[in-house]
């Protein structure tokens, strides 16, 4: 079967690197893709937001499956557009995607059905929005509504600072994104990132991962996409999983069946841990990057049928195995990010780990230039390993890392410190 994945960062890399492993593949393309991708992927040169490009690609490659990796085209609708077409897809459809689109349409799902998450109101003005503010404890968290590429998250500590946040909203910070805000109660706990396959009725959960989102070692520093990651997370216990998949994830895929809008693809729950409880803190539609670094590294099963059955509503009965082993990722970054960062600089070393079936080095923003790889993003690599343990896949990853020779790039040293501490 030929795929055509959509997407260029270091999530779609590691599908891709799993794909291509598939005995089921034909060809595999990738749009836009990158420097990493193309190793293992055709360049489709599509524009992904031109829905009828994609949809005439697939019918002129004979495409069985789309996988569609980042957000931004499931909320704009690319599903919808090529299940029309008669093309299998791996991703929800639009009105699915309001689960991670909007955070208001979260927000009230959870409260209809019972779902743990932080207390909220929702909010149309800035007045309305600060007054709801009297009354409630500090720190407080504003949200802009709409996608925000994970800028649109302010914790406030102080009045005058949540009240700057709604007014930067609702002033166009975020554009559209900041039309509506939602503001909630903060939560205190350790995050945890849980991932299932849902194919409309089904869940299938995938093996635990925890990330690192701030930039700076210490788990210090501005919020990114993601600094690293590792797999399993050892906050999640089996009983904790039972009780995510009882009291949130299920409910959720009842809820939006019920909807008639059901949910089809990956549903990532970003979670709050406390006291062995566990909170919504968010929904997002698609794989965690750089969660699926370590999950790919980890899962033993073919990926291509499970994402297929997935489309097609086949996960019943459905297992997925994984390597004992732990993985984990640390993200190599471009100096500056997630602020104003260089792009163009040279890496070099690359080849050092090629080769190797403990450590893989995935591509997230990289460039071909002739024989030189050049940075082309703010997150650039994610530097993967397995080990026996946390502790051997932190050092097995870091080992990887200094094999690469980038004065442009910088990375966290720290990236698994909880679990390493708590010696699993
Ligand atoms: P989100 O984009 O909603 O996942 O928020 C980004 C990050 O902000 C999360 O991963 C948390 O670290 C933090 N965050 C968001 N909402 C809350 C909350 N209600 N309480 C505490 N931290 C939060
Ligand atoms: N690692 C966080 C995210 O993918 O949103």
Partial sequence: MNVLLIGGGGREHALAWKLAQSPALGRLYCAPGNAGIADVAEPAGLDVADHAAVAAFCTDKRIGLIVVGPEAPLVAGLTDELEAAGIAVFGPSKAASALEGSKGYTKDLCAEYGIPTAAYGRFTDAASAKSYLSGQALPIVVKADGLAAGKGVVIAETRAEAEDAIEACFQGAFGDAGAEVVIEEFLTGEEASFFALVDGETALPLATAQDHKRAYDGDQGPNTGGMGAYSPAPVMTPDLCARVMDEIVLPTVKAMKARGTPFKGVLYAGLMIRDGAPKLIEYNVRFGDPEAQVLMMRLKTDLLPALLATAQGRLGGMTLA???????????????YPGAYEKGTEIEGLDAESGSDDAVVFHA??????????????????????????????????????????????????????AVKRGT
Avoid: E, S
Wanted: net charge positive; glycine share 14%; with cysteine.
């Fill in 365 to 418: 923003g990289t460039a071909r230039d002739g024989n030189r790889i050049l940075a082309a993003g703010g997150r650039v690599l994610g530097v993967t390993a397995r080990g026996a343990d946390i502790a051997q896949a932190q050092a097995r990853a870091y080992a990887a890392v200094d094999a690469i020779h980038w004065p442009g790039g910088f990375c966290r040293r720290d990236i698994g410190w909880r």
């Fill in 322 to 336: 994984w390597h004992d082993d732990a993985a984990l990722c640390v993200v190599m970054a471009a100096k500056g």
